[in-house]
C-alpha cells in the first residue's frame, strides 16, 4: 500500500519565483495536513484541510503562501514569490476518518531551498 | 494540549532496550500520549499511543505511570535503524482534535 506520497523531493529555486509543491494522500484517507520543518522552529503546521475543506490555515506566515486540495487524492502547496528564508523542508501528511487510529502518516517531504 | 518535557539526546548500546522518558505533569483526563520518531530526511513516523493502560505494538512499549504524569517509551531490542528524534506528543484524541504539537524531542543514537 503507498504511503503519502509528496514531489518534487528537492526543489531549488531564485527568490521571486512562484513554487508549487505536491501530495497524494493515502487512498481513504480524509484529512491532510501540510507542515513546515527548519532548524530553528521545528515542526510547524501550516494547513489542515477536512474533506477537502480548509479547516484551520492559521499555520500558513503570510498571503504568499496558498494552499488548495481540489479533490480526496492531491492537494498543493505554493509559494509566489519564494523568499530564501521558505528554505525548509515541507512535509504532507494524511490521516483516516474518525473512528479509526487518530494518527497522521507523513510522506519524504520536500526540501525547497530559495536561492 | 499539555506540554511536555524530553531530555535533548541519549545513547543505547545496539540490542538492548532503550527507555525514553518523557514528563507531561499538565495533562488532562481526556489527553492521549503518542509517540513519534523521525529519523534522518525522512518524515515523522506514528510509533504508538495510549491514554492511561500500558500498551504494546510491534515497535515499541508504552508505559504510562498511575498518575498520568509521565510516561516511558521503550525500544526493547535497538538497531542502528533505530536512531532518531523521538517526539512525545499530548493531545486530545477525536473529531476537532487534530493538532501535532512537536518540541524538541529526544535524540536517541545507538551505539555500535
Known amino acids: 500500500d503507498a504511503g503519502v506520497i509528496q514531489s518534487p523531493r528537492h526543489e531549488v529555486t531564485e527568490m521571486g519565483q512562484e513554487v508549487t509543491l505536491r501530495c497524494k494522500p493515502i487512498?481513504?484517507?480524509?484529512?491532510l495536513f501540510w507542515y513546515r520543518q527548519t532548524m530553528m522552529r521545528g515542526l510547524e503546521l501550516l494547513i489542515y484541510?477536512?474533506?477537502?475543506?480548509?479547516?484551520?490555515d492559521s499555520g500558513m506566515p503570510e498571503d504568499r503562501f496558498s494552499a488548495k486540495m481540489p479533490n480526496a487524492s492531491f492537494s498543493t502547496l505554493k509559494i509566489q514569490p519564494s523568499e530564501p528564508r521558505d528554505s525548509a523542508v515541507y512535509f504532507c501528511a494524511s490521516s483516516p476518518p474518525a473512528g479509526g487510529p487518530d494518527t497522521q502518516y507523513f510522506g519524504p517531504g520536500t526540501r525547497l531551498t530559495v536561492l | 494540549d499539555a506540554k511536555t518535557t524530553q531530555p535533548p539526546s541519549m545513547d543505547c548500546a545496539e540490542g538492548r532496550a532503550a527507555n525514553l522518558p518523557c514528563n507531561h505533569s499538565t495533562i488532562s483526563g481526556n489527553e492521549y500520549v503518542y509517540w513519534y520518531r523521525q529519523i534522518h530526511s525522512q518524515g515523522p513516523q506514528y510509533i504508538i499511543h495510549?491514554?492511561?493502560n500500558n500498551e504494546t505494538n510491534e515497535m515499541a512499549s508504552l508505559i504510562i505511570t498511575e498518575d498520568r504524569k509521565s510516561s516511558t517509551l521503550i525500544l526493547p531490542h535497538a538497531t542502528l535503524r533505530d536512531t532518531a528524534v523521538y517526539y512525545c506528543i499530548v493531545r486530545v484524541e477525536g473529531a476537532g482534535s487534530y493538532q501535532l504539537t512537536f518540541g524538541k524531542g529526544t535524540k536517541l543514537s545507538v551505539i555500535p
Open positions: 487512498s481513504g484517507h480524509n484529512s
Open positions: 484541510f477536512n474533506n477537502n475543506v480548509p479547516i484551520d
Open positions: 495510549g491514554l492511561k
